[in-house]
């Protein structure tokens, strides 16, 4: 049992006997360095409960913890806080019943607790970028920490192919294509159709200047813009399932999904189902006719249909235009219905950016009110922008961060670093390559993970690849280094050391990987990688502080040597489980 619920049981249990209160919760905390202890029971918490003065009540509460539970050999009491000094047995024990565990910290997943996580959702007229690699290392990463949470985690991904953008890039591959496929140009395909849709623009914006110079108005011109109005009657065309159209919409498509597949690949994401808008775009209109049955929603006199969220603190909503088209939230509540008969889940969450805060805080709310039970398990991960020191990315203007180029650039930039070290001079250059690209992901995932999802983010390619500091690549070394000591070190894992009397520094170290577990649990609920990211950091500079302390090969005894290798090997394993459920792979040398 983790100290912190032991001592929650039997600090309710001191309280009950010595006051005769009973105490609804117990706030622990770190125990301050000045100070002696391990962990700290906060006494002014209690105050509301128990009447009295602070030092006192904690001294009575110290003592008798003292008295009765035999993991507590001492404490002491500052102010309102109740230090505790934790037996080295308690340590110990932990230690040896969890060191060989390589699955410690996680929860084998119910079959009956499923959820669905999307992530991605492009679209196909352009590559993937920047923030679509903010989206997935997010959404890959919640998945992976939802399943070692507990959960059956599906992932899945809605790919908007469908719609008068994905049509722009293919009108101006027809006017200004001559042909060029992505084998004849050696362009990977979302990149080659991307370069379209920066054309169509180019060309559109011409074409209003020419109106405008011709004495249209500004709105006007980008209404009547002869290549908008080609596109808006392509459009209408493959709705109409027009032969040559829809032949050339799967052609492209399929340019951009093989362009998608090999980015994703580079990025080590992966789906356990797709989702195409084209299939989904008229789900949700029997669900409407339902609902306005049910006086969910009701029907304006021109025909459309909405729903009144006022009393919800929201607005009026349209879901069902007056020619009986669907909107967005039209097909957004279709495919949750959907999903939610192809999965078995009773939660979903989308992977999408803070700008469509308002839209899932409305569709949620239709489908709690159209009487769906997992409505209530729904989950925005909304999370903020990805800015770079040169200024905000804008996909029609091209000037968008190429995701494949930014994955070039941090494999470029680790191996700069790392011929600089000159650890891998013996390495062939396969052997090389393979490292550079772990340096170079791990860095980049890292910076992205370690913030938490709301924040926005500036990210410096160059910052995130440091070797010092709270970065992906420090960690990997110190991941590296553990390999090495094992490498030197001759020690059976499994043997039981129970005769040790422990250094605080290796005493701190233990500390931290308890904590483990618990903060599986708190990123699962919060929907937080940085809570991983955070904590592996914090393990790292623990055991960093013991390595450059505490000798490892020059200790006094032989089962201080082993116990002092089987703790490295230990928190290499962790470094290595909690970088997995962040996607971030470690080297054995760097």
Not at 36 to 43: K, L, P, Q, W
Not at 555 to 564: C, L, V
Request: with cysteine.
């Amino acid at each position: 049992m983790q100290i912190q619920h032991l001592l929650s049981q039997k600090v309710t249990q001191a309280v009950s006997d010595l006051f005769d209160k009973q105490l609804p919760t117990v706030e622990f905390q770190s125990t301050r360095k000045e100070f002696e202890g391990d962990i700290t029971v906060v006494i002014f918490s209690m105050l509301r409960v128990v009447k009295g003065n602070p030092v006192e009540i904690g001294s009575q509460i110290g003592a008798y913890l003292q008295e009765n539970v035999a993991e507590v050999t001492a404490y002491n009491v500052v102010k309102g806080f109740l230090n505790l000094v934790i037996s080295d047995s308690y340590y110990l024990n932990f230690f040896n019943e969890n060191k060989t565990n390589t699955a410690y910290g996680f929860v084998t997943p119910d079959e009956a607790n499923g959820v669905m996580v999307e992530y991605s959702s492009p679209n196909t007229n352009k590559p993937l970028h920047l923030g679509h690699v903010r989206n997935n290392l997010l959404g890959y990463a919640v998945a992976e920490i939802l399943s070692a949470s507990g959960k059956k985690v599906y992932k899945t991904q809605i790919i908007n192919d469908r719609g008068v953008h994905i049509c722009k890039s293919m009108l101006a591959w027809k006017k200004f294509g001559n042909g060029e496929t992505p084998e004849s140009t050696g362009l990977k395909g979302d990149k080659l159709v991307g370069n379209y849709y920066v054309k169509f623009d180019q060309e559109y914006k011409k074409e209003i200047e020419t109106l405008v110079a011709g004495g249209m108005s500004a709105d006007e011109a980008k209404k009547q813009a002869p290549l908008l109005l080609e596109a808006q009657e392509l459009l209408r065309l493959w709705e109409q399932g027009d032969e040559a159209v829809v032949a050339l919409w799967k052609m492209m498509n399929q340019w951009v999904y093989d362009g998608f597949g090999s980015t994703y690949d580079k990025l080590g994401v992966s789906f356990d189902k797709n989702y195409y808008e084209s299939d989904t775009y008229k789900l949700g209109k029997n669900v409407i006719a339902d609902g306005l049955e049910k006086g969910v929603f009701y029907k304006k006199d021109d025909g459309s249909v909405w729903i009144d969220l006022t009393d919800d603190g929201l607005d009026e909503k349209l879901v069902l235009r007056s020619d009986g088209t669907s909107v967005y939230m039209t097909q957004d509540i279709g495919t949750a219905i959907q999903r939610a008969k192809d999965f078995n889940v009773n939660g979903m969450v989308y992977t999408v950016g803070n700008e469509q805060d308002y839209h899932f805080q409305v569709l949620f709310l239709i489908l709690k009110k159209l009487g769906f039970d997992w409505a209530a398990d729904l989950f925005h991960l909304s999370y903020g922008m990805v800015d770079l020191p040169s200024g905000k990315m804008k996909s029609r203007e091209g000037t968008v961060v190429d995701a494949d180029d930014l994955i070039t650039e941090m494999q470029t930039n680790a191996a700069t670093i790392s011929k600089e070290l000159g650890k891998l001079d013996d390495y062939s250059e396969d052997q090389k390559l393979k490292v550079y690209n772990t340096i170079g992901l791990g860095a980049l995932k890292y910076f992205i993970l370690k913030v938490d999802p709301k924040k926005r983010i500036l990210f410096d390619p160059q910052a995130s690849i440091d070797f010092q500091g709270n970065t992906g690549p420090f960690i990997q070394y110190t991941y590296a280094r553990i390999q090495a000591i094992l490498r030197k070190a001759a020690h059976d894992q499994n043997e039981v050391l129970t005769e040790i009397n422990l250094e605080a520094k290796e005493k701190e170290v233990l500390k931290q990987l308890e904590l483990y577990p618990e903060v599986i649990q708190q990123a699962a609920k919060q929907y937080s990688p940085a809570l991983i990211a955070n904590y592996i950091y914090d393990l790292v500079k623990a055991y960093n502080s013991f390595f450059q302390n505490v000798p490892i090969f020059g200790a006094d005894t032989q089962e201080q040597i082993t116990f002092r290798v089987q703790l490295s090997e230990w928190v290499g394993t962790v470094i290595a489980s909690g970088f997995g459920l962040l996607g971030i792979q470690v080297p054995e040398r760097m």
